[in-house]
């Protein structure tokens, strides 16, 4: 079943502590771009997240939002004593110059930028997190599948209608094909008839049967048939597949506008034109479709 490349997933999970939220948009793209976006301290999980997203997604520009906030402890937080002392010194030293003997005021140099080290506050080894990142993560995709699933069916009822209106289209197409020859000897006699009456010289019949054949081999489609037929039917497998073909369909596609502009130029009938432009028409549509199918 084909699965369309646009879909968003979100997935929220909370285990010991520590809150996970992943968010997932997806658009099409010919190929399978990654961009991934962490919490900091959290960007050495991006491997293993990549890794996860492409057992799960084959193709499209996905975007990945991954924010992992754990609950602050009392081990989060030091005091750099490098920079208390510092402080401390410079006060001294200041308190001498100005001739006074108030103590340095511990209190306030804790309030002091550098003091108070939090740059782990929240914050834990990402390889520890990595299980409820990762649950979190699975069912954000489940939920991207199911979204891009549903819109994939939509696409898959629509694909199947063009299909079978140029299925019809070839089969006005087949009828049509073994007259034309002779609707063309028709027209050949006639104007001979014509021409060749005002001189009063009769034509010779093997002649125009010579030319007929001529025609009839020129304007032979009935390989093109067969392949163009082959090439729905082949469609039509693949929308039912359970596995998204967007890269076959894409190129079963191509194939069909090669025989239909091929069937175009070699039949040289109105009716016949008319049946390749609703068949092209529906193929055009197709392809649009499929620009969107994994």
């Known amino acids: 079943m084909p699965l369309s490349m646009t879909g968003f997933g979100e997935a929220h999970r909370q285990e010991n502590g520590t809150a996970v939220s992943v968010e997932l948009r997806t658009i099409n793209s010919r190929y399978l771009k990654i961009s991934i976006r962490t919490s900091d301290g959290y960007s050495s999980l991006e491997p293993q997240i990549e890794g996860v997203v492409r057992d799960r997604v084959r193709r499209g520009t996905i975007q990945v939002g991954v924010r992992v906030d754990r609950a602050k402890?009392?081990?989060?937080?030091?005091?750099?004593?490098?920079?208390?002392?510092?402080?401390?010194?410079?006060?001294?030293?200041?308190?001498?110059?100005?001739?006074?003997n108030q103590p340095v005021p511990i209190d306030s140099l804790l309030l002091l930028p550098g003091v108070v080290d939090e740059g782990t506050a929240g914050k834990a080894n990402a390889a520890e997190q990595w299980p409820v990142v990762e649950k979190t993560l699975e069912e954000a995709l489940a939920n991207l599948e199911r979204m891009r699933g549903e819109e994939g069916r939509v696409m898959a009822d629509d694909l199947r209608a063009n299909g079978r209106a140029a299925s019809a289209c070839l089969e006005v197409i087949q009828r049509r094909a073994p007259l034309v020859a002779e609707a063309y000897r028709g027209r050949l006699e006639e104007r001979l008839k014509r021409v060749l009456g005002e001189v009063e010289v009769k034509f010779d019949p093997s002649d125009v049967i010579k030319e007929v054949g001529l025609f009839a081999e020129r304007s032979d489609i009935s390989e093109e048939i067969v392949r163009l037929r082959s090439h729905l039917e082949q469609f039509d497998t693949i929308i039912d597949a359970a596995e998204s073909s967007g890269r076959k369909m894409e190129f079963l596609t191509q194939e069909m506008f090669r025989e239909v502009n091929t069937i175009g130029s070699k039949a040289n009938d109105v009716e016949i034109s008319r049946q390749v432009i609703e068949i092209k028409a529906a193929i055009e549509r197709i392809r649009e479709m499929i620009q969107n199918i994994e």
């Open 73 to 100: 402890s009392p081990e989060d937080y030091r005091i750099d004593t490098r920079v208390l002392d510092s402080y401390r010194h410079q006060l001294e030293t200041m308190f001498r110059l100005w001739g006074t």
